[in-house]
């Protein structure tokens, strides 16, 4: 059964980093692409960044090139989100998923998600 546990989500204030993590099981990373989303109240749901596994490709939304940094652990089959120089817009539940292969920033390719973790940016 596939899972995604998401962590490290919190407070911080404007300029300041926090690391999510998304502890997959029921699969390995080997093959598969692990995306991660966020979501703001009122807004729809959002591309932030993607890992492919099969070859390391990465993808980042405009908004956080340059600030957000995605890797893998492939033994602890656990994919990061190394968030800095965070900003009040960043402030939404962070989601990770999961499909196999191809990595996207479209979340209707996804087939699994997990429960989500919040990111609050203020002073």
């Known amino acids: 059964q596939v899972q995604l546990v998401e962590s490290g989500g919190g407070l911080v204030q404007p300029g300041g980093s926090l690391r999510l993590s998304c502890a997959a099981s029921?699969?390995?990373?080997?093959?598969?692409?692990v995306g991660w989303f966020r979501q703001a109240p009122g807004k729809e749901r959002e591309g932030v960044s993607s890992y492919s596994s099969s070859d390391g490709t990465t993808y980042y939304t405009d908004s956080v090139r340059g600030r957000f940094t995605i890797s893998a652990d492939k033994a602890k089959n656990t994919v990061y989100l190394q968030m800095n120089s965070l900003k009040p817009e960043d402030t939404a539940v962070y989601y990770c998923?999961?499909?196999?292969?191809?990595?996207?920033?479209?979340?209707?390719?996804?087939?699994?998600w997990g429960q989500g973790t919040q990111v609050t940016v203020s002073s």
């Open positions: 029921g699969f390995t990373l080997d093959y598969w692409a």
């Open positions: 998923a999961a499909v196999p292969w191809i990595a996207s920033l479209r979340p209707d390719v996804y087939d699994y």
